[in-house]
């Protein structure tokens, strides 16, 4: 066990390499789709804010589909 | 290929795309974490150092990959004026960075004990380095804009004359004299490899390219979802 920790000496350089990796994939991934989630709430919240506002314009004959 | 660049129906292939590249990504990576560490061999020069090579080569390869995904992002955004070429070259940018990041530092935490130095100025390690200032000079020019179909533009002309930087990326250790090794996978002659250390290596270069679907698929339903939210505020100002 203590023996593939050292990695023959090179624990430090092997282990930096694949933790770094790890943290900076996974730092990536989850502020992506944290992102998403923010995203799609202030997205849900507006469209509720928004709609009930094109109904009472609906008497304009020209009511713009955007 | 019109037929792609509908959001609408983007979303519905990228929700089915999705599990399946989230469900790689954990096989892959356990699959290649695992023969990494305990199937590989420790390398009759290098010793147990060279377990380095199985992060550093995928991060190295994503890191071009993803440029080249975002340069022919940005040829069909100033060409056909597609609204997702823009938005999959907006999302691929901090991935590819993180990539290019990754394959700097894993690099120099290899080079140390190997060569003796964090870093040289030789043309493989100083290409490389370009490649992360072009895509932050990406991601600053999308962010410098306040329209839209400017940034895209500007930043498009940026990607499209930095993919230069690829071919010299490739070929720099075959032109110049580098520290650098070689290629020893994409050759003409073929793998140079030992299939102990070619398989890792393969199947984690798929677990990060499978990762990076993942990531550019949510990052993608984001600008979109970004893009529907710039256009309700818009309605709401104007209806106010």
């Not at chain 1, 709430?41 to 609906?58: C, G, I, S």
Request: aromatic residues 14%; hydrophobic residues 50%; proline residues 4%.
């Amino acid at each position: 066990m203590q023996e593939f920790f050292s990695m023959g000496g090179y624990g430090t350089y092997v282990w930096s390499s694949y933790g770094l990796t790890a943290f900076v994939m996974l730092v990536l991934l989850v502020s992506s789709i944290r992102s998403l989630k923010s995203t799609e709430a202030t997205f849900e919240r507006l469209k509720q804010a928004v709609t009930p506002k094109e109904n009472q314009k609906t008497e304009a004959p020209n009511g713009d589909e955007a | 290929m019109h037929r792609f660049a509908n959001p609408t129906r983007f979303l519905r292939i990228a929700a089915v795309v999705q599990p399946w590249a989230m469900g790689l990504t954990v096989i892959l990576f356990g699959a290649g974490l695992y023969m990494s560490f305990f199937t590989s061999p420790p390398d009759y020069q290098q010793g147990e150092s060279v377990r380095i090579m199985y992060v550093h080569v995928p991060a190295a390869w994503m890191g071009m990959f993803c440029y080249a995904a975002m340069a022919i992002a940005s040829a069909v955004s100033l060409i056909w004026k597609h609204p997702l070429s823009d938005v999959a070259g907006r999302a691929t940018a901090p991935v590819g960075a993180a990539f290019t990041f990754l394959s700097l530092v894993t690099g120099s935490l290899w080079g140390k004990p190997m060569w003796g130095t964090w870093w040289v100025w030789d043309a493989r390690l100083t290409s490389m380095l370009i490649l992360l200032f072009l895509y932050m000079g990406y991601m600053a020019l999308q962010g410098a804009f306040d329209d839209r179909a400017r940034a895209a533009k500007a930043s498009a002309i940026l990607a499209l004359v930095g993919a230069v930087n690829l071919p010299i990326i490739k070929f720099s250790v075959t032109w110049w004299n580098s520290l650098h090794q070689g290629s020893s996978v994409i050759t003409m002659e073929g793998p140079k490899m030992a299939s102990s250390m070619l398989w890792p290596l393969l199947i984690m270069a798929f677990a990060f390219k499978a990762y990076y679907v993942w990531v550019l698929l949510v990052r993608m339903r984001q600008e979109i979802t970004a893009n529907k939210v710039r256009i309700l505020r818009l309605k709401q100002v104007n209806g106010a």
